[in-house]
């Protein structure tokens, strides 16, 4: 339930805000429900692939959740259905670059060519992201699209 400031009991005391829900401020990532995180992470085991898509593409669209989702992304890359495999290419490239690094490192080195390329594409779409100290843009095979 939301106060709205002409209540009296609406004031904030110091060093609260007057909505306990607002949004982080500027520069601070919002942690992602874990419990949502790990429901997800439960249908990526899920013995249908139609319901392991669903869950790949939803780690997709929520940075902060394909973020603390990468190991289990990693795994992923090995599924045996080819639309889940490039699902959860995607939520590797969702999620924070410079977190995202020994994902990408681990994609590289797929035997599946279409997540090898993506993985190709995402790191020398993202390079500036990861900035000067990241390691997996300095690959020569990339830059030759071996």
């Known amino acids: ?10 004031v904030p005391a110091p060093g609260q805000t007057a909505i306990p829900d607002a949004a982080p401020a500027p520069g601070q990532t919002p942690t992602p429900d874990a419990a949502r995180v790990a429901e997800i992470l439960g249908r990526l ?4 692939a139609g319901v392991r898509l669903a869950a ?3 780690l997709a669209a929520d ?4 973020t603390a989702a990468l190991d289990r992304l990693v795994v992923v890359l090995d599924d045996p259905d080819s639309e889940v495999r490039m699902a959860a290419i995607n939520a590797i490239a969702a999620a ?3 977190a995202a690094e020994p994902a990408i490192a681990w994609a590289l080195q797929s035997p599946d060519y279409p997540v090898a390329v993506a993985a190709r594409n995402l790191v020398q779409g993202t390079a500036r992201l990861r900035g000067p100290d990241s390691t997996v843009w ?5 830059s030759r699209g071996e």
Not at 45 to 48: A, I, K, L, N, Y
Request: hydrophobic share 25%.
């Open 45 to 48: 085991e899920h013995p249908d």
């Open 96 to 98: 924070d670059p410079v």
């Open 63 to 66: 940075r902060d959740a394909a």
């Open 138 to 142: 300095r690959d020569p095979s990339i």
């Open 56 to 58: 790949a593409q939803e």
């Open 1 to 10: 339930m939301h106060r709205t400031p002409s209540t009296p009991d609406a």
